[in-house]
């Protein structure tokens, strides 16, 4: 199993309330169940901002399925780091989680 975000995220710098989608490519020999993602807010408890159900979205150009992920910035104190989570779930329980950090 396999998963990057297309954009280089870490350490790029956002506004609160901006809106803007990342990529997720990602593979596995394994069924996939769902992919989730999480937040982290600077010092503060990591939370799921969502799930996506598996549904096969493969780019013969990529080679990987691909999932737009949509995220708006949550308001927090200038030069706050939030961490984003990807998890890729497979069905047999496997999972695999990439992470990118951006700052306000």
């Not at 999480?38 to 901002?49: L, M, Q, S």
């Not at 990807?86 to 951006?102: C, D, G, M, P, Q």
Request: aromatic share 10%; hydrophobic share 40%.
């Amino acid at each position: 199993m396999s998963a990057t975000p297309v954009v280089d995220l870490n350490n790029a710098k956002f506004t609160a309330g901006t809106t803007f989608k990342t990529e997720l490519q990602y593979f596995s020999d394994s069924e996939i169940k769902e992919v989730n993602f999480y937040e982290t807010v600077g010092t503060g408890a990591r939370a799921k901002v969502s799930t996506f159900p598996y549904s096969p979205s493969f780019s013969q150009i990529k080679r990987a399925d691909t999932l737009l992920v949509p995220y708006i910035v949550p308001a927090a104190p200038a030069g706050t780091s939030i961490k984003m989570e990807y998890e890729i779930l497979n069905k047999n329980s496997l999972s695999l989680i990439r992470k990118a950090t951006i700052k306000l």
